[in-house]
């Protein structure tokens, strides 16, 4: 794979860096190295797996990573991207969001004997007097400077909105934990998107003030989707990290749908392949597309990271389920997931015993639009029971049919499925 720099600069991932020497130094030294998380909630989402697999390729590259989590600033929020001011949360709500993302961290990160940290920054910042910040920290940046960082002038530009002085804080907060991760933990680089970059060069030039020391910043891009909208983000919601809130097959289908001309950025920015495989799943997808081979090996890629390799497989075997007679073979709860955006319907049990005629099901379902056209839909091969096809126009349902005594899956054609529930 070659060196780190290198492998940041083909995967797209060196954005802006802040000090002329830090690529000679990260191929030279063992540089400690940090990036924030917010815990605004107990999960962490897609939108933080960049930064997450930052940490964990410089620990591979043998540096030391630190997670910091905002105990602090995570009650104050970053004023950059938000159109409005963050709601603060209380302390006991901040306690069980840390605790909620520390093991999701922990799958990244070797927080034992690779040397891996993960702190709070309320340890350091709880225990700050408003007069002793003002006087040691606040004294050694200027406004004027803080004003024209993109994060705080988009802000004051709606003279009807404006930022309040809570937010404006959160500069020389995060200023601050540079300045102590370099004091206590030797800590010369701070990692972000390229939207915290105004910040990171704020926290490199309060401690190159105050302790005449040169530090480093170095931003990777923001990921966007087709649409330009951010990353992580769905029509129904965030995609969680934490599979109580998004199943291992939830984020296994969100990037098998992946976009082909987004594929390959994605699989450069998260997974962990060697730069040959990537140029080959890239010409793949650009000689056949229809094969979304990249898209499996992303899904796969990314499920076995987030959750592991034993929920990577069972995610990527009921994908595969949904459109083969292995449905058959997935437990209830995960047959109901992956039917899940499938319309249902529900019919008495009482007509098993002499069965429900086929076409009947198809009909009102509304898989066929009439009887007639249901005919027509099985007499071409093109309805299944289960995925099992049916040709014969006098099929009908039984007991022996129903998957955990409940459930039929018909489906007409590639993609259009119903789900029927006998009660």
Not at 77 to 94: A, H, I, M, V, Y
Not at 111 to 125: E, H, P, T, V
Not at 161 to 178: K, N, P, R, V, W
Not at 292 to 318: K, N, S, T
Request: hydrophobic letters at 40%; one cysteine or more; a negative charge.
């Amino acid at each position: 794979m070659g060196s780190l720099v290198s492998d940041l600069e083909f995967r797209g991932l060196w954005h802006q860096a802040a000090g002329a020497s830090l690529a000679q130094r990260l191929e030279s030294e063992r540089l400690t190295a940090y990036i924030g998380f917010d815990p605004t909630a107990d999960s962490l989402h897609v939108g933080n797996l960049l930064q997450l697999c930052m940490l964990r390729r410089l620990q591979q590259a043998g540096h030391r990573p630190i997670a910091v989590a905002g105990g602090v600033t995570g009650m104050i929020g970053d004023p950059g991207g938000k159109s409005e001011e963050r709601s603060l949360l209380s302390d006991e709500r901040l306690k069980a969001n840390l605790q909620g993302i520390r093991p999701q961290i922990e799958r990244f990160v070797d927080l034992g004997g690779g040397g891996g940290l993960l702190l709070d920054n309320a340890q350091w910042l709880r225990g700050l007097t408003l007069v002793d910040f003002l006087r040691d920290i606040g004294k050694h940046l200027a406004v004027n400077e803080m004003i024209r960082k993109d994060s705080v002038s988009a802000r004051l530009e709606r003279a009807e909105q404006g930022i309040s002085y809570t937010e404006f804080s959160y500069m020389l907060l995060q200023a601050y934990d540079f300045l102590h991760l370099f004091d206590h933990h030797d800590c010369r680089l701070q990692l972000g998107g390229s939207d915290q970059f105004g910040n990171i060069t704020v926290g490199i030039e309060l401690v190159r003030k105050m302790r005449q020391v040169e530090v480093y910043g170095l931003t990777s891009p923001l990921v966007l989707k087709a649409d330009g909208s951010k990353f992580g983000k769905t029509e129904s919601g965030t995609v969680w990290l934490d599979p109580r809130r998004t199943s291992p097959y939830a984020l296994y289908q969100f990037f098998l749908r992946t976009e082909d001309d987004l594929v390959g950025r994605y699989l450069r920015f998260f997974s962990f392949l060697e730069h040959d495989e990537l140029l080959a799943l890239e010409q793949v997808t650009a000689a056949h597309p229809e094969r979304r081979q990249a898209q499996r090996v992303l899904a796969r890629e990314l499920c076995a990271l987030v959750h592991g390799a034993d929920d990577a497989a069972r995610a990527e075997h009921a994908s595969e389920a949904l459109y083969s007679e292995a449905i058959a073979s997935l437990d209830e709860s995960t047959l109901l997931e992956v039917c899940a955006e499938a319309p249902t319907s529900t019919w008495p049990r009482t007509g098993l015993d002499e069965g429900v005629a086929l076409v009947d099901l198809l009909a009102s379902s509304g898989l066929s639009g009439s009887k007639s056209q249901a005919r027509s839909a099985v007499t071409q091969g093109g309805v299944y029971v289960n995925n099992q096809r049916v040709t014969g126009l006098d099929a009908h349902l039984g007991r022996d049919d129903l998957l955990f005594d409940r459930y039929v899956v018909l489906r007409r054609g590639r993609r259009e499925y119903h789900l029927v529930r006998f009660e």
